[in-house]
């Protein structure tokens, strides 16, 4: 990425524009339903080995540049990891590749919680 | 027969029992590490469909009651849901079973979290090829 893309970022970086940098859990379950998102899972194979979200693409952040060509385009890409932290990170990187990028704030932990019980039936999962 | 074996077990049940019914997640990882004791997943479908964990066996609650010839009667079961609530209740009912049981106070949602990073690269590493 170049210098001029990150100086771009970062005087977006205002309060009134993290709107633009993340999205929640509800409004991110009912963007996946209507086929508007992808959910990209960016933890090490490890962890997604350990517990997995059967939805979206698994791409560890450290493999993320050598595999952009994985990334749909024409979709929201909903980067997560299990709080906030590195899909915040890899979300600044993809916004600065020109992809449409959020990061689901409450991160994976949260939307695990989110499903809990009936809710689960809340997800409509693609196969 | 069983409504006699639940008011025995309320009879018994005193501070050692309260604390004997509960596993908190160290002792879980390293039980289920050194095979000694089995995890169980007992969330409905739906929800194992959105989120599952790499080890352990999944058994739905409400299909328990016609599953249990597939537990190891010579391990400790832990049960477990997102929280704890739903794993108290299939823990009673396997106490009452005559299986060892627990549940795991911490529930799945402590066990993701407990396994991030790293953690969760050493205990994969730890359980080998006990993962699924």
């Known amino acids: ?127 | 027969m069983e409504r006699h074996a639940f008011a025995d077990y309320l009879r018994s049940f005193d501070y050692e029992e309260r604390l004997a019914m509960k596993i908190q997640l160290p002792e879980m990882f390293d039980l289920y590490a050194e095979g000694k004791a089995e995890l169980v997943d007992i969330r409905f479908r739906e929800e194992y469909a959105a989120w599952n964990l790499g080890f352990g066996l999944h058994i739905p609650l409400n299909e328990l009651p016609d599953r249990l010839e597939e537990l190891d009667r010579s391990k400790i079961i832990v049960t477990m849901c997102p929280h704890y609530d739903r794993a108290e209740i299939a823990r009673l009912y396997l106490i009452l079973q005559g299986f060892e049981s627990r549940y795991l106070t911490d529930g799945m949602l402590g066990i993701a979290n407990a396994l991030r990073g790293d953690r969760a690269r050493d205990y994969m590493n730890r359980i080998g090829d006990r993962r699924k």
């Open chain 1, 1 to 127: 990425m170049n210098a001029v893309e990150i100086d771009e970022l970062a005087r977006k970086a205002a309060p009134a524009a993290m709107g633009e940098v993340r999205i929640g859990l509800d409004e991110f379950i009912q963007a996946y339903n209507e086929g508007k998102c992808e959910l990209i899972d960016i933890r090490m194979p490890e962890e997604t080995a350990i517990w997995q979200f059967n939805l979206g693409l698994r791409i560890p952040s450290n493999e993320l540049p050598e595999r952009l060509d994985e990334l749909p385009r024409e979709k929201l890409l909903v980067i997560a990891c299990p709080m906030s932290d590195r899909s915040n990170m890899v979300r600044s990187y993809l916004a600065a590749k020109g992809f449409q990028a959020k990061y689901l704030s409450g991160g994976l932990l949260g939307l695990a919680d989110r499903l809990k019980g009936g809710a689960a039936k809340s997800l409509k999962l693609r196969q």
